[in-house]
């Protein structure tokens, strides 16, 4: 089945946790998301969401994984959790 036939602009969708050594000003912290861009990469569908804007994920990923991250993070809603500290930050 077609996986973007499974979402729509506008649904929630749970998104993982995101940390980076190297650049903790990235960090994202989980949760529910709402999508607000549905996309094709050859054949791959991917989507973007309005809590981490310029991230697209594979669907196929979070489809996989939503009754995992239900678990995980209940009603937490998506967010940046950025580290500006200088030793995390060394680009």
């Given at each position: 089945m077609n996986g973007v036939a499974l979402v729509k602009e506008g649904d929630i969708i749970y998104v993982p946790t995101e940390l980076y050594v190297g650049h903790a000003r990235?960090?994202?912290?989980?949760?529910?998301?709402?999508?607000?861009?549905?996309g094709k990469l050859g054949s791959m569908d991917w989507v973007e969401v309005k809590e981490n804007p310029g991230t697209c994920y594979f669907l196929s990923y979070l489809l996989e994984n939503q009754e995992k991250w239900m678990e995980e993070f209940g009603n937490t809603v998506a967010h940046?959790?950025?580290?500006?500290?200088?030793?995390?930050?060394?680009d």
């Open positions: 990235d960090d994202f912290h989980g949760g529910r998301a709402t999508v607000n861009k549905i940046p959790v950025p580290d500006f500290s200088p030793e995390f930050n060394k």
